[in-house]
């Protein structure tokens, strides 16, 4: 079974500063994808960055990047520097195989609890 | 990026009734679509994944009869909550992904209150 954890309820980063959250995974999956959304007050779910179990190098979108460490099933996200408008929840999500189209739920992202980020001015 | 909308972004309906929540995905085919469930400072929980043309897979513990899902076209998906109950009130959100791709893109979320 796949499962994502998530050990930070909450974190708080000075604006301008970088800042890590720590997102670990279990699969037996060969194959998966590994997500990043954020999830404003608002409620939406913004996505964020993908990395695919055999990309050797890590994503990188603008100031997020993925630490993607395969052999610790980790993959954090870094925030570089913090802006006020990146207070939110953030999730970390997993899915097997993410170029196959299950039929059923197999395709599902599975998500962490959340990280919630808090930037001081 | 994709945009995937919700209707209606709230609803209040009194207990017993039915609430029909409708998502759309605007600028793609959705080959499959989730609905997700989240309650105040939890993490999504699926509902249930439905492909275009074919009935839901429902998660375990999810009552088929009363969260109906219809995935009658390729940019359309409804829930259907059925006779409402207080505890069915939450934070509903419908994602979409197109076949072949691996991005998963959300509504924006539609807040139902039962009273």
């Known amino acids: 079974a796949q499962k994502i954890t998530q050990t930070q309820p909450g974190m708080f980063v000075q604006e301008k500063e970088a800042v890590t959250l720590d997102c670990t995974y279990d699969t037996s999956d060969q194959s998966y994808g590994l997500f990043w959304y954020k999830q404003p007050s608002s409620g939406e779910m913004i996505f964020l960055i993908y990395q695919g179990s055999y990309d050797e190098q890590n994503a990188t979108e603008g100031r997020y990047s993925l630490n993607f460490q395969k052999a610790r099933k980790s993959a954090n996200l870094v925030i570089s520097a913090s802006q006020l408008g990146d207070s939110a929840m953030y999730f970390c999500?997993?899915?097997?195989?993410?170029?196959?189209?299950?039929?059923?739920?197999?395709?599902?992202?599975?998500f962490g609890k959340g990280t919630k980020l808090s930037v001081k001015p | 990026g994709a945009v995937v909308s919700q209707h209606p972004s709230r609803v209040i309906c009194k207990s017993g009734t039915s609430v029909k929540i409708e998502c759309r995905s605007l600028?793609?085919?959705?080959?499959?679509m989730f609905w997700y469930r989240q309650f105040p400072k939890q993490s999504l929980m699926l509902m249930a994944t439905s492909n275009e043309g074919s009935k839901a897979t429902y998660e375990q513990g999810v009552e088929k009869d009363k969260f109906l899902i219809n995935h009658a076209s390729l940019t359309l998906s409804t829930l259907t909550v059925t006779s409402a109950h207080p505890e069915d009130s939450s934070f509903y959100i419908c994602s979409a992904r197109a076949r072949g791709q691996h991005e998963q893109y959300f509504g924006p979320g539609t807040r139902l209150t039962v009273t």
């Open positions: 999500a997993m899915r097997a195989d993410p170029f196959k189209n299950y039929g059923g739920s197999q395709g599902n992202l599975i």
């Open positions: 600028d793609f085919q959705a080959t499959t």
